[in-house]
């Protein structure tokens, strides 16, 4: 019998279901995702510099013309990466489950001055009222996120009906060998990075009920650019 603070939520494994169970609003999953990113927080900025400098840093500029406000809503903000292509004018907010990225991004968003809400909560519980924000967006998020559809479900929920969902996201690749080699890497990469690498991102956009606009590969099929309304 479950607690009153307890309640039990679906877990998407792959392609099965298990039942976790939810302790004071955060279940075990989302535990071990914020325990393994609090862990990381210190090195974080330090280990991904040289993908940053070749090759996200560019990706990420799409932000600036994409984000249209009023208001606006960064899921998995960790150490705050796309502070500098916040376009100005728009209210952000930015939550992300692990106080220690949060710690971070708070100390980049006082150096630069900007002004932006960080607030920790799960994606997949997020504490906003429904069709709060004209743009939701996220950039290598939904591969840590434990269950991904329940997830993109909330930023749903939070988006306006005319507003925008941007995915910055990689994901397996549709070649069959290469996506078998990624299922049989992922238990090593999760547990030293936090991140799933095989998993079937624009399958759970769509699942969550998002309409796809736009899909771009940027590297082979496995970093895209996605772009979808409610
Ligand atoms: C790979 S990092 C990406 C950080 C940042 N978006 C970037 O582009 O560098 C993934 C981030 O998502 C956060 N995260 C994972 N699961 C989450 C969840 N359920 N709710 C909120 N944030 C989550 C992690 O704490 C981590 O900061």
Redesign the pocket.
Known sequence: MLSAVESASKIQVGRCCITSQKVDGIDQP?KR??R???R??FA??IM?APL?RFR?AVW?QRLRNRITGPTAL?????????FPYYPSGVQIVG????PR??MRARRKASNRDLSVELRE?????LDFPDHSFDTVF??????????PVD?LRELRRVCRPSGRLLL?EHMRPENFVLGLFFDALNPIVVRM???NINRRTMDNIRLAGWNVRIEENLSSDIVQWIEAVP
Do not use: H, I, W
């Open positions: 989302s995702t914020q393994r990113y609090d990381l927080a974080y900025d991904e940053e996200f990420r960064e899921v998995g903000v960790g150490t705050g990466k796309n939550v992300d489950l692990s990225m949060l909560m799960d994606v997949q519980n996220a950039t290598f998020v939904f591969c840590s996120v434990p269950d997830g910055l990075m936090g991140a």
